[in-house]
């Protein structure tokens, strides 16, 4: 399995931008779809954004959809969530996560490994 730590969290005022980083190790990260998920105080985890192995197509949850932008570079193995325009809704623990190519990319089950989650706090 391939080991996620996540990074750049913090606490923005709303309508400000954050960039979430993921570093992978122990394996390859172009045998992986990487994918953010996010976790309300109170709520079910939920799906973000992901990205193919070769860094496209990208797919986003429609709450997210044209304020959030998923990257990756694999070489240096990482990928990154931008996000933009943020709302106080935004706020949650958000997690990095990685699969194979098996399964939907929308369900927190088809994927293997999960970092430890970086907080992100939006001030109204």
């Known amino acids: 399995q391939v080991q996620l730590v996540e990074s750049g969290g913090g606490t923005v005022q709303e309508g400000g931008s954050l960039r979430l980083s993921c570093a992978a190790s122990?394996?390859?990260?172009?045998?992986?779809?990487m994918g953010w998920f996010r976790q309300a105080p109170g709520k079910e985890r939920e799906f973000v954004a992901a990205i193919l192995r070769g860094g496209k197509p990208t797919y986003y949850a429609d709450s997210v959809k044209g304020r959030f932008a998923i990257s990756r570079d694999n070489l240096k193995s990482t990928v990154d969530l931008r996000l933009d325009a943020l709302k106080p809704e935004d706020t949650a623990v958000y997690y990095c996560?990685?699969?194979?190519?098996?399964?939907?990319?929308?369900?927190?089950?088809?994927?293997?490994?999960w970092g430890q989650g970086t907080h992100v706090t939006v001030s109204s």
């Open positions: 996560a990685a699969k194979k190519d098996v399964g939907s990319i929308y369900y927190i089950s088809n994927y293997d490994s």
């Open positions: 122990g394996r390859t990260l172009t045998s992986y779809v």
